[in-house]
């Protein structure tokens, strides 16, 4: 099915990896890994498994926001609101309207609320007449997972629904890498496109996300769109543990020192590095018993 066009189309003009991995299977672990560039289970934090992380963490947007960078966000879930923590450092972090608290589903539409508020953020010159890193986490997507008039009819099933909610959302972020395409800092700005995590429907008798490490959980899109430079796919695969020293030397700002991950910079523009193992991080909570994985140069996978 062609549920996501506009992002396919996006990743044909972009550097690509064969295969991305998010370091963790649920929110509340895995963009913490991509806004600090550590893995969870080393950072301090509460045991609940929407868990909160405290200002000692030291988030990525604070070393930014240190270095004169704009910090700008736009979110739509109650947990990435405050409590979570993953605010920290941001000059603009704005929450889509008429969020409810719900621990168990997301029966919310966003995207184009969330839309409009990134348009929104990105339209104002005091965020964008400078160097800015920008952080819009798109969430329809989720159980409960609703039928959209605009999307194909695939059917009434679970996956056919989730099948629709990509398609919406793609839509949505469609309209935003327009309005972007047509700003006139555009031919100086590197998009990144990820998921924080994958979506079960019966694999290994699970469904949904968030309490195991099977490839369909961790296993996401991972592509940059660099202006000026050529699109290809790299026979590599990478974890979001690279995200953050990668964003930290695209902006040009020194990444504090101890972070685990890589920068992906030298092999987008061309110096493809060796392949390197992937470690994937599933704490203990209040819900969760602890996995971790290890996911090898070639290509065996041990879940423990």
Known sequence: RETMPVLRDWRSRSVSYARGYAVSSV??????????????????????????????????????????????GVQAHKYLERDSGLHQGFDEWRMVPGLEW???????????????????????????????????????????????????????????????????????IGKLLSFIEQQPWAARTAILVTGDHGEAFGEHGMTRHGFALWEVLVRVPLFVYLPGTPPRELDRWRSHIDLAPTIYELLQVPAPPGLPGTSLVAELIGDLAPPRPIFCDLPADTLVMRHRALIAEDGYKLIA
């Open 27 to 72: 929110t509340s672990k895995s963009v913490p890994a991509m806004l600090t560039g550590q893995y969870p289970s080393s950072l301090p934090r509460s045991t609940i498994y929407f868990t909160r992380y405290p200002a000692r963490v030291q988030m990525m947007a604070e070393v930014l926001q240190q270095a004169g960078v704009r910090t700008l």
């Open 102 to 172: 719900n621990p168990t589903s997301d029966p919310l539409i966003t995207a184009p609320d969330h839309t409009r508020l990134a348009q929104e953020l990105l339209s104002r010159p005091e965020n964008t007449d400078g160097p800015f890193f920008a952080y819009f986490h798109y969430m329809d997507p989720h159980d409960l997972y609703n039928r959209h008039k605009e999307a194909p009819q695939w059917g009434r099933k679970v996956r056919d629904r989730y099948d629709q909610e990509l398609f919406f959302t793609d839509l949505w």
